[in-house]
């Protein structure tokens, strides 16, 4: 069974930081390109950014510059390290696994980051 555990969330103010990390159980790491993404309030759940396996990241427009994915392999772990945080960037967030072979879909639990003014 995959399970894909993220930690990291919390609140904090606005232009603070937090990373973000999710681990993920089983073997399915190596051969998954895997994401980060967020609901806010109200609205529908939306990709933040995207790390293939070899490690090529790409992001929605209203993050690049400030946040960074990563990931490491041999710790089965990725990263999301946030910087310049703002109110807006509040919402759930959700580590995402696709994999390769057959695009079977995995989902974390969510951890919440509240970005107060």
């Known amino acids: 069974q995959v399970l894909l555990v993220e930690s990291g969330g919390g609140l904090v103010q606005a232009g603070g930081s937090l990373r973000l990390s999710c681990v993920s159980s089983?073997?399915?790491?190596?051969?998954?390109?895997m994401a980060w993404y967020r609901q806010a309030p109200g609205k529908e759940r939306e990709l933040v950014a995207i790390?293939?396996?070899?490690?090529?990241?790409n992001y929605i427009s209203s993050v690049k510059d400030r946040f960074t994915i990563s990931r490491d392999n041999a710790k089965n772990t990725m990263y999301l390290q946030m910087n310049s945080l703002k109110p807006e960037d509040t919402a759930v967030y959700y580590c995402?696994?696709?994999?390769?072979?057959?695009?079977?879909?995995?989902w974390g639990q969510g951890t919440l980051v509240t970005v107060s003014q």
């Open positions: 995402h696994a696709r994999l390769m072979s057959n695009s079977t879909q995995y």
């Open positions: 790390i293939t396996s070899g490690g090529i990241p």
């Open positions: 089983g073997s399915i790491f190596n051969g998954a390109i």
